[in-house]
């Protein structure tokens, strides 16, 4: 089993609303697109560009939708990320260092960048051979966790410019005790529920 399936649903316990599982939006897809970034379309650019980005290779590519892990509609309406640990890599690293102050953000990026920080070598090492590779937009070794970063970026900047509010996330490191069943029932579902309060409570403080 995936392990955000089992987050996922203790967050719908918690919000006692049904996640969609497939949720697609018609802004949120593999390119970038001045229409859809609107005045971050100029960063978003330039962050491609420090990343090693390939515009031609980017170019050629199928338009696809980035399908979110789960999207809780209303009352709530915000897409939710569970990073497990190949999401924190130093190109995660690098583009949480490139965005905007005035973003609103649901998880704290401080906290998330000592993570890249102290993970970094072994979210790569855990990777598997598809996630080493290289892709047509970023032509070179691991470029495929570096599309994942760039693409970690389209999913936290867009949507409070669409009319959803910040991108929640959970970190696989914030829930090890419910992972390896230390925390099962009422108690994981309590840690779930303080964990989703703070990041709720931090994005109403912002926005």
Same mark, same amino acid.
């Given at each position: 089993m995936r392990l955000e399936i089992g987050i996922i649903a203790l967050v719908e316990e918690v919000l006692e609303v049904p996640a969609e599982r497939r949720a697609q939006f018609d802004w949120l897809i593999n390119k970038p697109f001045s229409a859809h970034f609107g005045q971050y379309y100029s960063r978003i650019v330039d962050l491609f560009e420090k990343m090693?980005?390939?515009w031609d290779g980017l170019s050629t590519k199928a338009d696809g939708y980035l399908t979110p892990d789960a999207y809780f509609p209303a009352p709530h309406n915000f897409i939710f990320e569970f990073d497990e640990l190949q999401h924190f890599t130093t190109f995660r690293q690098a583009t949480l260092g490139g965005?905007?102050?005035?973003l609103a953000l649901g998880f704290d990026r401080q906290a998330y960048l000592q =993570?890249?920080?102290?993970?970094?070598? %072994?979210?790569?090492?855990?990777?598997t051979?598809?996630?080493?590779?290289k892709t047509a937009d970023f032509p070179f070794l691991n470029g495929r966790a570096a599309q994942r970063a760039f693409f970690d970026t389209f999913r936290d900047w867009l949507p409070p410019l669409h009319g959803l509010?910040?991108?929640l996330r959970l970190a696989e490191f914030e829930v090890t005790d419910i992972l390896s069943g230390k925390l099962t029932g009422d108690a994981a579902k309590d840690h779930i529920r303080?964990?989703?309060?703070?990041? =709720?409570?931090?994005?109403?403080?912002? %926005?």
């Open positions: 090693g980005g390939d965005y905007p102050e005035d =993570l890249c920080v102290k993970h970094q070598e %072994m979210a790569i090492r855990k990777g051979d598809r996630f080493r590779r509010k910040p991108t303080s964990l989703v309060e703070q990041r =709720l409570a931090q994005t109403e403080s912002v %926005m």
